[in-house]
């Protein structure tokens, strides 16, 4: 009887999410109750920091949709919880596939929980290419920050975490986050797309400071 429950709680949280008259994923519906879900099956695990192999390099595409991954994604939840962030890549835990999964809200305020398997970053047409320069942080670079132009509307395509397809679009803060999540599976990190001075100026900043979650040491 445990099992079978554990199962219909997972078939909850990863339901088909429903889709607007664009066709775009509508993840902001019971994100609570979606979020805990994963994150409550899930276990923790330790974040990759910049220097790991695992982060340099483009992950390989998610080929099975299946018990396997349905637990990675619960433990990316549960990790993402603990490092308080708003997304997680799967490399980030040290596991070479294309896989995030966020919970993030908008510069509205507006929360959004989903998971992309095997994103693709659409290219933006010149009039959704305005720039946001705010500030950037990531759980691989723990404790540095730095401003990063990126187009603040983002859209990415790729699978749920079952194999369906999905188009997932974010403004503000939330775009910021799409894109972020994207770049580490194709081995990038944020600070990549610094330049020199501010890229050291961020390895500095992690240098000095104490990461507040467990973190894998490069050895």
Not at 6 to 24: H, Y
Not at 45 to 70: M, Q, S, W, Y
Not at 124 to 144: H, I
Not at 173 to 202: M, N, P, V, W
Request: charged fraction near 30%; glycine fraction near 8%.
């Amino acid at each position: 009887m445990a099992q079978q429950d554990t199962e219909q709680e997972r078939a909850g949280s990863s339901a088909v999410l429903p889709v607007d008259d664009e066709g775009f994923v509508i993840d902001t519906v019971d994100c609570e109750a979606r979020e805990t879900a994963y994150r409550e099956r899930g276990t923790s695990r330790p974040i990759t920091v910049v220097g790991n192999p695992v982060l340099h390099k483009e992950c390989k595409d998610v080929t099975e949709f299946d018990d396997k991954l349905a637990q990675l994604v619960d433990d990316m939840f549960a990790s993402q919880r603990t490092a308080e962030g708003v997304g997680l890549a799967a490399n980030q835990i040290g596991v070479d596939l294309k896989v995030f999964v966020y919970d993030c809200p908008d510069d509205e305020g507006v929360r959004h929980v989903g998971v992309v398997c095997n994103p693709v970053l659409q290219e933006l047409p010149a009039d959704q290419r305005r720039l946001d320069d705010s500030n950037e942080g990531c759980l691989s670079v723990p404790t540095a920050y730095a401003s990063l132009a990126r187009p603040d509307y983002a859209v990415v395509t790729g699978q749920d975490e079952k194999g369906n397809p999905i188009t997932v679009r974010g403004t503000g803060y939330f775009a910021r986050c799409l894109q972020h999540e994207t770049d580490h599976l194709y081995g990038y990190l944020y600070i990549d797309r610094l330049s020199k001075r501010d890229r050291k100026d961020a390895l500095r900043q992690m240098a000095e400071g104490t990461p507040r979650y467990p973190v894998v040491p490069n050895d």
